[in-house]
């Protein structure tokens, strides 16, 4: 009879136990499909503004042919749309709270994503014109028009959309 009643005060604890977590889990995937579908959209209007720019440097400063034009503005999209799309979601799942580094989060989360994007825009230049100086060159004139881009995008994109703090799983104190 004791056992009985054991198990049935332990299935009990148990099942409301996993009803705290199953809800826990249905607020942390509500708030990871809200940062998914806002770095879509966010990505997106980013991509328009530095990709625009860089196919007007393609054929300006690297001296793009019209035929090798659709190889560097779709190497270009692909690799941007994943590089921004994927630091944007790291940095916004990564911490729990939208400003981790306090009032320095933004020029962190900028810097970061200039060292990503300055490598991929290095490579691409040297890619297309193998040559160090011109992709260099590229690096540098790109890296000046997206730190514009990507703080613009931000600030809107976090007047528009804001995100809240990302929900933290419960945490369950057993006493004995």
């Keep these: 009879m004791l056992a009985a009643t054991l198990a049935l005060a332990a299935g009990i604890w148990l099942s409301s136990i996993s009803e705290g977590i199953a809800q826990d889990r249905a607020a942390i995937d509500a708030g990871r499909s809200e940062v998914w579908e806002r770095n879509l959209y966010k990505t997106l209007t980013y991509e328009v503004m530095a990709n625009g720019f860089d196919i007007v440097l393609y054929s300006t ?3 793009g042919t019209a035929a090798a034009a659709p190889a560097f503005i779709l190497t270009n999209a692909a690799l941007s749309t994943a ?3 994927t ?3 790291v940095w916004d799942l990564g911490f729990g709270n939208p400003q981790p580094f ?3 989060t933004l020029p962190i989360r900028t810097a970061s ?3 990503v994007s300055s490598a991929k825009n290095y490579g691409l230049g040297l890619l297309f014109t193998a040559d160090p100086v011109t992709a ?3 690096t540098a004139v790109s890296a ?3 730190l514009s881009f990507y703080l613009i995008n931000d ?3 976090n007047l528009y959309w804001p995100l809240e703090a990302a929900p933290q799983p419960r945490t369950i104190e057993i006493a004995f």
């Design 83 to 85: 590089a921004y799309y």
């Design 87 to 89: 630091h944007e979601t």
């Design 113 to 115: 994503y200039r060292v």
């Design 61 to 63: 400063l690297l001296g």
């Design 144 to 146: 000046v028009a997206d």
């Design 102 to 104: 306090g009032g320095w």
């Design 136 to 138: 260099a060159g590229f």
């Design 155 to 157: 600030l809107a994109w």
